[in-house]
């Protein structure tokens, strides 16, 4: 799978990854399916983790050397706006630290899984 996802095009792989980025946007702005948040305690803590987790591991395939960690960083900073935007124009959402840190926790896993320098 590493060897097709490495034969893409750039053009490609960066379309990709704007999509990722995209869609993690949208799944911080819909509204929260209550149900599943009241079945399991902190399942979108665990969603937050596992969303950032595959972003950051498409990332660790795609780029290589210090544009990963660039990226991660990039990663830190996104999942801080997308909470600082919930907070300010979503009337239905609000800021979560813990929600920040389960993203962090997502790149960090994704970065020391995939990382072709660890």
């Not at 911080?28 to 803590?45: N, R």
């Not at 979503?90 to 389960?102: A, L, N, T």
Request: glycine share 6%; aromatic share 16%.
């Amino acid at each position: 799978m590493r060897q097709l996802i490495e034969s893409l095009p750039e053009s490609l792989k960066s379309l990709i990854t704007l999509l990722l980025l995209l869609g993690v946007a949208f799944l911080h702005f819909i509204s929260p399916p209550t149900l599943a948040i009241t079945l399991v305690f902190g399942a979108d803590k665990i969603a937050h983790c596992l969303i950032f987790f595959l972003v950051t591991s498409w990332s660790c395939i795609v780029y290589s050397g210090n544009r990963i960690w660039r990226f991660a960083i990039f990663l830190i900073l996104y999942g801080l706006g997308l909470e600082l935007i919930q907070m300010t124009l979503i009337p239905y959402r609000s800021f979560e630290w813990m929600d920040w840190f389960s993203d962090i926790s997502g790149i960090l896993l994704g970065l020391f899984t995939f990382s072709k320098r660890l």
